[in-house]
């Protein structure tokens, strides 16, 4: 172990893990850090929400910073971490340059979350009603700055195999800069298999997810004009109920009663609505990483129906825990004969334990990752000589970084 074990995490926003995945993953970052003897610093330029974990009850700092500000440099070189860790490709851009000033020794983490440009380029070619293709990366301004940014920093976390791949493959990033790290979960012991709820105890298709997420926007969209009315034309009694934090207007909209379709807004506990309901649809048509709505369903024993996209990078090689369709008929026809059929339902139930049991388990990961970055902390001289590209660019583009944002902060100061 180093001797200065101190974590600083620059979050895009406070953690909120009950609206999002995104912010189970850092309080999932968070407590592989403080389970091993790290005190942890998070700091973010974001306002406070209501919805924020409260950071004091998991004995973590808390910071407010500005953004262009010099105060951040002043706090960063007193504080002077060992480790800092960015919460997606902005946070790096806006503070990298005065993390690697001011602590050049410290360890610099990149969190992708997932890769913003795929989901970008993605949602592009389907608005446009094209197929996807790895040169539309290529041409995306996002992919310019999001590979930058990994190119500048020590480690990226990766929660998606595929985008691993696609790393090394498109943009020829080495592999001794990423690191996999899923999603995490703990072990789902026998009991409490046992005592979640049966087949018959449960009621009601649902979907849950983020409304500021676009794929889940679109999702709900496919749900209400297309798939949801051939599943109520075998099943016309079915229920369909769409959780998810900060709906918008338009989203409310949507809620029709009449039709089973029901707008139910901010799930107070996710796990008790997905553990109660039968069937978890996600029918994602375009998006990037791995779904934590799909892993939250797999562990309350909840199967589901999604697309290839929802699906991607989850499985591996075990069979799913439900269904995976993409033409709209055939996943509606799945969707309704998941619900009916109690044999099939149990044994995709049992698909999805297995999945978490093999592929998610906090003790399969947690220990070689700080295992990993304790070893890169240690010969970080050597690492950052491998890797030219980053260093060129640590040169280059934060320079001008640099001075835009003086010119910015000064700015401010006379205005």
């Not at 899923?182 to 298709?205: G, Y």
């Not at 075998?234 to 039709?259: C, F, R």
């Not at 978490?356 to 010969?379: G, M, P």
Request: contains cysteine; glycine residues 4%.
């Amino acid at each position: 172990m180093i001797a200065n074990q101190l974590v600083l995490i620059l979050g895009f926003v406070w953690p909120e893990p009950n609206s999002s995945a995104a912010g189970g993953r850092m309080v999932q970052l968070i407590s592989i850090f403080k389970e091993r003897g790290f005190e942890v610093t998070f700091a973010s330029s974001c306002s406070d929400s209501d919805y924020m974990i409260d950071l004091e009850s998991l004995d973590v700092s808390k910071k407010s910073i500005s953004l262009n500000c010099s105060s951040f440099d002043i706090f960063v070189k007193e504080l002077n971490p060992s480790i800092v860790l960015f919460d997606r490709f902005m946070m790096e851009e806006q503070y990298g340059w005065r993390v690697a000033e001011n602590c050049p020794e410290a360890l610099r983490l990149l969190d992708t979350e997932d890769l913003h440009c795929l989901r970008l380029a993605r949602q592009k070619a389907f608005k446009e009603k094209r197929q996807f293709t790895t040169d539309d990366l290529l041409v995306e301004d996002v992919a310019k700055r999001e590979i930058a940014s990994i190119l500048r920093c020590d480690i990226s976390l990766m929660i998606s195999e595929f985008e691993m791949e696609l790393l090394q493959k498109v943009f020829k990033i080495d592999a001794d800069l990423l690191y996999y790290l899923p999603l995490l979960m703990e072990p789902i012991d026998v009991s409490t298999i046992q005592n979640l709820p049966s087949f018959e105890e449960r009621a009601n298709f649902v979907f849950i997810g983020n409304f500021l997420h676009e794929p889940n926007w679109n999702a709900v969209q496919y749900l209400k004009e297309t798939i949801w009315p051939l599943i109520r034309k075998q099943m016309p009694e079915a229920i369909l109920q769409i959780y998810g934090a900060y709906p918008s207007q338009k989203v409310l909209q949507l809620h029709k009663p009449g039709k089973g379709f029901y707008i139910m807004g901010r799930a107070d506990d996710a796990q008790e609505v997905v553990q109660n309901a039968r069937v978890v649809l996600a029918p994602l048509r375009f998006g990037a990483g791995i779904k934590g709505k799909l892993l939250e369903a797999m562990q309350c024993g909840t199967p589901s129906v999604t697309t290839t996209i929802g699906a991607e990078s989850m499985y591996g090689d075990l069979p799913w825990n439900g269904f995976i369709a993409d033409d709209t008929e055939v996943f509606a026809d799945k969707a309704v004969e998941l619900y009916q059929d109690k044999p099939l339902w149990l044994k995709t139930q049992e698909n999805g334990f297995k999945i978490i049991e093999r592929r998610y388990l906090n003790s399969l990961f947690a220990d070689d990752f700080v295992k990993h970055i304790l070893e890169k902390r240690s010969h970080l001289k050597q690492h950052r000589l491998h890797n030219f590209m980053g260093t060129l660019l640590q040169h280059h583009t934060l320079t001008s970084t640099k001075y835009m944002s003086r010119w910015i902060e000064e700015k401010n100061r006379k205005d």
